[in-house]
């Protein structure tokens, strides 16, 4: 079993620093708002007295709640439920049984009332916006959903995607799902082999492949790619070129013009609750990747939810999430259109033509919602960006942040060099449930470093290793309740074996999602990163998060990696990984400068047995930097071994964790290990 942090002895610290608060007018006009009178009204109960008088009626009371969710959003049943929540047991829940839905009716509504209104806004790096009105998506979507039935096309049948982020993406997305049809997408910059693992998984009927993208300037042509997974992938029946670069299509696969022209009606097939709507990924660096099977109807009133009460979007509202369609995000910012939000899909790096390309486009597209990820506010951060000075931010009224904890450091520059009133909504959750289990809410304060709120209907605890909920205390991320939009099944997972060794094997029962978290006694939370990875200094548990959080505000720290080895004298070994800014190089004075910031800013427990200078971090696809494989790689393991090379961004910086641990096992024995007394030494409990 996972053992925690060991708990402090101290009260609990005061207060940090509140950076914004929401006004009177806020508060009043936020959806949650209206939301949590209407329940009140239609059910008879007491004004709920606050947020979290609201959170715990939302987790004690499920069925009332996610009705009142159908309620509220007027959720469209083509068969009634004959219930709610008919099992709650983990795993295994079982929502709405009998009710019968379609997600792309809800996603393509406000088409019905409001055609010439824009739906989405492509922009790429030209930075020039083009719009599609909610009209002319219906069409497209009709379009293609009648010409994937004339191929034979039907319930059940897997359509994979290898397009960026591009409105073609979003139409065949919604033509799958109105279909029955199962969607799943990579993105273009994935390598072959990487959306091999994934595909051959689930046997695609049709394959939907740009020829290339454009990204930092240049043309990518991935017609080879593109060529090969045809050859191996045998079940796909039918190829649909998206000519992207302009290159025609090639021999055997159909034009993507072909078939999204005429006009055709709406057939939005009637599908139960809990039908696959598309098959999202883990990172997938030590195996092969998790194909996660997530429902139309879970993720149908999870994104209503998310987006409409946590995130506070409506119609009216740009929605601007910076993604790819590798990244569960992309799948999140189409759920936008579910509550009648245009969607804003940039399609390009995240640092071209300039640094601050993000927030141009937030700029140019009138976003009023605007995501990024945590190392991106960093990055800006650290380069002096000042978007507030260089932007005409002034429609933005919400920044979220997910993908990895956003420092105190982060939180701050927000507010002094990006926007001073905007409401920072950062947030955590996963692929696994396709949104955030906590994160942002309209109508409270933000706190320096922390996380608002747990999510309503998100039952989050922090537990510690005997499966104990604590305060003010660091634990494990558990679930004590199910979420409808939680995986349905894992692809090709036979008695769900896979599944419950994801989620389960350590509390029984109980979803572990595999972070540590500190829930406050005022009810928000600060994530410390992944448990899995955790460092354990004799005997006490430490994330990773903080060592990154200090060391990377050293303006000459691009990026850094902390892993724990296990030696086999029983010792412990505890190297960081920096990869020194240009022109920089690691000398003695700077190893003594992270030091002492890691000493006096975290504790001298996490001092680095070593500092390594490193020519990079090993990152997955979408971003996140990889501890677990350069564990594996620093004790002996072979690369082959350690790490699925599909999944990683670099293998040619991972060879250099590689070779390092290679040396170390030929050395038969580990280099020389610090005094466990003196000045360097972690105090001794």
């Not at 990696?561 to 990984?577: H, K, N, R, S």
């Not at 961004?649 to 005094?675: C, H, I, N, T, W």
């Amino acid at each position: 079993m996972t053992a925690v942090p060991e708990p402090s002895a101290e009260p609990p610290a005061a207060a940090p620093e509140i950076l914004w608060r929401p006004s009177e007018e806020r508060v009043r006009t936020a959806r949650i708002t209206d939301f949590a009178a209407r329940v009140a009204e239609d059910r008879g109960l007491e004004p709920f007295a606050d947020y979290a008088d609201l959170w715990a009626w939302s987790v004690s009371e499920p069925d009332a709640f996610w009705g009142s969710v159908c309620a509220y959003f007027d959720v469209a049943f083509s068969a009634p439920p004959m219930r709610i929540l008919a099992a709650a047991d983990m795993p295994g829940a079982t929502w709405f049984p009998g009710a019968r839905l379609n997600y792309a009716r809800h996603a393509l509504r406000r088409a019905e009332t409001h055609p010439d209104e824009t739906a989405l806004v492509h922009i790429d790096e030209t930075l020039v916006p083009r719009d599609v009105t909610w009209g002319e998506l219906r069409r497209r979507t009709a379009a293609f959903a009648h010409h994937l039935r004339e191929l034979g096309v039907g319930p059940g049948d897997r359509v994979a995607a290898y397009l960026p982020n591009i409105p073609e993406a979003v139409v065949a997305l919604l033509a799958c799902a109105s279909i029955g049809a199962v969607w799943s997408s990579c993105a273009p910059d994935f390598g072959a082999r990487s959306v091999l693992d994934r595909l051959q998984q689930i046997e695609p009927a049709v394959l939907i492949a740009a020829d290339g993208y454009r990204y930092a300037g240049k043309e990518i042509d991935r017609r080879a790619e593109v060529a090969e997974l045809r050859r191996e992938l045998p079940t796909v029946r039918h190829t649909v070129h998206v000519p992207l670069l302009g290159t025609p299509a090639p021999d055997g696969a159909l034009a993507w013009d072909d078939l999204v022209k005429g006009e055709h009606e709406d057939d939005f097939e009637p599908v139960d609750f809990d039908y696959p709507l598309w098959i999202l990924y883990s990172s997938g660096t030590t195996g092969l990747p998790k194909a996660i099977v997530q429902g139309h109807g879970g993720i149908l009133l999870e994104h209503l939810k998310h987006n409409a009460l946590h995130l506070d979007l409506g119609p009216g509202d740009r929605f601007f999430w910076f993604t790819s369609t590798g990244w569960m995000m992309w799948n999140l910012l189409v759920g936008g259109l579910l509550v009648g939000s245009t969607i804003v899909l940039y399609d390009g790096s995240p640092g071209h033509p300039g640094p601050d390309v993000q927030w141009t486009v937030a700029e140019r597209t009138g976003a009023t919602v605007y995501g990024t990820s945590a190392a991106y506010v960093m990055a800006c951060r650290k380069r002096g960006l000042r978007p507030r000075e260089t932007h005409d931010l002034a429609k933005v009224r919400c920044i979220g942040t997910t993908g990895s904890p956003l420092p105190p450091d982060g939180f701050r520059w927000v507010y002094e060099d990006a926007a001073p009133d905007v409401w920072l909504a950062s947030v955590s959750g996963g692929t696994d449930v396709c949104s955030a289990f906590i994160g942002g809410v309209p109508t409270l304060p933000v706190h320096l470093g922390e996380l608002q709120a747990r999510h309503l209907g998100c039952a989050v605890h922090a537990w510690d290793e005997n499966g104990n909920p604590v305060v003010d205390q660091v634990g494990e991320l558990v679930l004590t309740a199910p979420m409808p939009s939680m995986p349905t099944r894992f692809w090709n997972d036979p008695d769900n074996e896979r599944y419950k060794a994801s989620y389960f094997d350590t509390y029984p029962g109980v979803w572990r999602h595999g972070d540590w978290i500190t829930v406050t006694s005022r009810g928000t939370v600060v994530v410390h990163g992944r448990s899995d990875s955790t460092l354990n200094r004799q005997g006490v548990r430490m994330g990773s998060a903080d060592i990154y959080e200090a060391v990377e505000r050293i303006p000459e720290i691009a990026e850094s990696l902390v892993v724990g080895i296990e030696q086999a004298d029983g010792g412990y070994w505890m190297p960081l990984f920096v990869v020194p800014a240009p022109g920089i190089e690691l000398d003695d004075a700077l190893r003594e400068r992270i030091k002492h910031v890691i000493r006096t800013e975290v504790s001298p427990r996490h001092v680095p047995d070593e500092i390594i200078a490193a020519p990079g971090v090993p990152h997955t696809l979408t971003g996140k930097r990889i501890e677990i494989p350069v564990k594996k790689l620093l004790q002996g393991r072979a690369l082959d071994d350690a790490v699925n090379p599909g999944s990683v961004d670099d293998m040619e910086v991972l060879g250099f964790y590689a070779r390092l641990g290679a040396a170390r096992s030929a050395a038969k024995a580990g280099p020389e290990q610090p005094p466990q007394a003196g000045p360097e030494a972690p105090p001794q409990e």
